[in-house]
T-cell receptor
Framework: EAAVTQSPRSKVAVTGGKVTLSCHQT?????MYWYRQDTGHGLRLIHY???????EKGDIPDGYKASRPSQENFSLILELASLSQTAVYFC??????????????FGPGTRLTVL | SQWGEENLQALSIQEGEDVTMNCSYK?????VHWYRQDSGRGPALIILIRSNEREKRSGRLRATLDTSSQSSSLSITAAQCEDTAVYFCATDASSGSWQLIFGSGTQLTVMP
């Protein structure tokens, strides 16, 4: 079964500190995505990638960097964490081909609190 | 924004009732997804309806799509307590990157 895992599941960071969120998928999918979800709102796309060593900006990339060192791994980096980045972050993967090409498989999420 | 509603909507019903959730979108899409998110978990796809389909069924779920009014609905028949979750609709961004644009969702609570 398709699997996307995230680490850590929860993190408390200090304002101005560096935060790295990690995502690992065993789906053999080309596409990976990072979303943030704020309380009471839907998911918004931060960065995505369709191939290793390449990342693309999503709708809200400011304050975030992404890294895709391999097909399986996709990281989200907050170089200088700010209070406004407190949210739940979800990673997802997508095959990009075939009849299921639109379905995104989500990880369990990382709850980030910036103090 | 792609969607008409910006904030999470809330619905509360009794077990056994039918319920319908609606979404309206602003730009053309080739597919509407409906995702379900249980508390503390990531969203999971429950039904997908394409622009050439007017209706799609899966068990007690029924999705409709009206491309002329740019709206979609998700109905649950005889809701059960385990249907309690947040339900999101999402459309493709039509950018060739298999991106999705999510609506703000509906928090459905089914009471015993």
């Amino acid at each position: 079964e398709a699997a996307v895992t995230q680490s850590p599941r929860s993190k408390v960071a200090v304002t101005g500190g560096k935060v790295t969120l990690s995502c690992h998928q065993t789906n053999n999918h080309d596409y990976m995505y990072w979303y943030r979800q704020d309380t009471g709102h839907g998911l918004r796309l931060i960065h995505y990638s369709y191939v290793a060593d390449s990342t693309e900006k999503g709708d809200i990339p400011d304050g975030y960097k992404a890294s895709r060192p391999s097909q399986e791994n996709f990281s989200l980096i907050l170089e200088l964490a700010s209070l406004s980045q407190t949210a739940v972050y979800f990673c997802a993967s997508n095959p990009g081909l075939g009849p299921s090409s639109y379905e995104q498989y989500f990880g369990p999420g990382t709850r980030l609190t910036v103090l | 924004s792609q969607w008409g509603e910006e904030n999470l909507q809330a619905l509360s019903i009794q077990e056994g009732e039918d319920v319908t959730m609606n979404c309206s979108y602003k730009t053309y899409t080739t597919v509407v997804h409906w995702y379900r998110q249980d508390s503390g978990r990531g969203p999971a796809l429950i039904i997908l309806i394409r622009s050439n389909e007017r209706e799609k069924r899966s068990g007690r779920l029924r999705a409709t799509l009206d491309t002329s009014s740019q709206s979609s609905s998700l109905s649950i028949t005889a809701a059960q307590c385990e249907d309690t979750a947040v339900y999101f609709c999402a459309t493709d961004a039509s950018s060739g990157s298999w991106q999705l644009i999510f609506g703000s969702g509906t928090q459905l609570t089914v009471m015993p």
